[in-house]
């Protein structure tokens, strides 16, 4: 029994031997070399088809509940696809959309706008008037001219009027004060002016003021020029309409005010205030007193030129004429009397 089982394990590997054997002699025979690559190069794309196939069924796999992309030509969009389109939605009844709405309780609002805090009334506009302004435009100062009871100045852009309006001037101060606003009306936007009214208390030694002046703008504590605007003209045209004439006259006083406010000209109209018992002071004196106040120039002219009109009855002094002499020219003076005083300002006024 041993040796059949050897026997039969020397045949089996008798075999094996000879199988290796033949597997070897194929291996190194050149047959065997020539088949090889291509058995390789065949199992290995039989792999790659093999992967290829198996990823894209893995792919088509995990796709199959998405539905396919379609591109909408009106509305450049990706949209999914529908197998039939969708039926149109019924119109609404408006009435009964308002219906539903009114029914809803309002509770049922997502959220409540909160309330406006109250607002408080605004104050009425304070609006003013409307006013004109005169916009003065003139480049040639020689143009700048007044004219005052007959008497004229020229390139004069400051003025002030001094005017008698004492007592004496009762009967005729109304047609001269219309001459005063006739004068006053012709002046031009860019000139400035202002009118100071002579009524002097009777004691020269007196504090009272020896004249009155147009406080434009109101408060004013001492005469100053104001512009010839058509506002400030109506203001003095106003406050003339309030003189009346009272008091007596001292001229020095106002003409000693006048010159402090450096005009071009000043225009002085009086009747009576030459009396050295009103001036407390000698004609001379005055004279002396107004070459201080406007003295002359080497040139031989004064800064101020005054113009003289005496009014009513002559000077017994001449102080007047003498003034403008002095501070005006030859030209510089005139006298108008009682009887020519109405019928030369009434028809000046029906020019």
């Given at each position: 029994m041993e040796r059949r089982t050897s026997r039969t394990r020397r045949r089996r590997g008798s075999r094996t031997q000879r199988a290796w054997w033949a597997a070897t002699a194929l291996w190194r025979s050149d047959r065997t070399h020539r088949t090889l690559p291509w058995l390789f190069s065949l199992a290995l794309h039989a792999?790659?088809?093999?992967?290829?196939?198996?990823?894209?069924?893995?792919?088509?796999?995990?796709?199959?509940?998405?539905p396919p992309m379609v591109v909408s030509f009106e509305e450049p969009a990706i949209a999914p696809a529908m197998?039939?389109?969708?039926?149109?939605?019924?119109?609404?009844d408006p009435a009964e959309a308002l219906?539903?709405?009114?029914?809803?309780?309002?509770?049922?609002?997502?959220?409540?706008?909160?309330?406006?805090?109250?607002m408080p009334e605004p104050p009425p506009l304070d609006i003013p008037e409307t006013q004109t302004f005169e916009q003065p435009v003139l480049e040639d100062t020689s143009a700048l001219q007044v004219e005052f009871s007959g008497?004229?100045?020229?390139?004069?852009?400051?003025?002030?009027?001094?005017?008698?309006?004492?007592?004496?001037?009762?009967?005729?101060?109304?047609?001269?004060?219309?001459?005063?606003?006739?004068?006053?009306?012709?002046?031009?936007?860019?000139?400035?002016?202002?009118?100071?009214?002579?009524?002097?208390?009777?004691?020269?030694?007196?504090?009272?003021?020896?004249?009155?002046?147009?406080?434009?703008?109101?408060?004013?504590k001492r005469p100053v020029l104001i512009d010839a605007t058509r506002a400030n003209k109506q203001a003095v045209y106003d406050w003339l309409n309030t003189i009346p004439a009272q008091r007596a006259s001292n001229i020095i006083?106002?003409?000693?005010?006048?010159?402090?406010?450096?005009?071009?000209?000043?225009?002085?109209?009086?009747?009576?205030?030459?009396?050295?018992?009103l001036l407390g002071m000698s004609p001379d004196a005055a004279l002396s007193r107004l070459d201080q106040l406007n003295?002359?120039?080497?040139?031989?002219?004064?800064?101020?030129?005054?113009?003289?009109?005496?009014?009513?009855?002559?000077?017994?002094?001449?102080?007047?004429?003498?003034?403008?002499?002095?501070?005006?020219?030859?030209?510089?003076?005139?006298?108008?009397?009682?009887?020519?005083?109405?019928?030369?300002?009434?028809q000046d006024g029906d020019r």
């Open positions: 792999a790659l088809i093999i992967s290829a196939a198996f990823i894209v069924w893995r792919i088509r796999e995990s796709h199959t509940d998405t197998a039939k389109p969708p039926a149109p939605l019924p119109e609404p219906d539903q709405i009114l029914a809803q309780p309002t509770d049922a609002m997502p959220f409540e706008a909160p309330a406006l805090p109250a008497l004229g100045a020229s390139d004069a852009r400051d003025i002030v009027y001094v005017v008698d309006a004492s007592g004496s001037m009762i009967t005729s101060l109304p047609d001269v004060l219309n001459e005063l606003r006739r004068s006053i009306a012709r002046l031009h936007p860019v000139q400035r002016f202002q009118v100071l009214l002579i009524q002097s208390p009777r004691d020269p030694a007196s504090k009272e003021s020896a004249f009155t002046w147009t406080t434009v703008p109101p408060g004013l006083p106002a003409l000693e005010a006048a010159l402090r406010l450096r005009p071009d000209a000043v225009f002085l109209l009086s009747s009576g205030g030459t009396d050295p018992a003295p002359r120039h080497a040139s031989g002219d004064r800064s101020v030129v005054i113009r003289t009109i005496q009014v009513l009855e002559a000077d017994p002094i001449d102080l007047l004429r003498r003034i403008a002499q002095a501070h005006g020219g030859e030209s510089g003076y005139k006298f108008i009397s009682r009887d020519e005083i109405a019928r030369r300002f009434s």
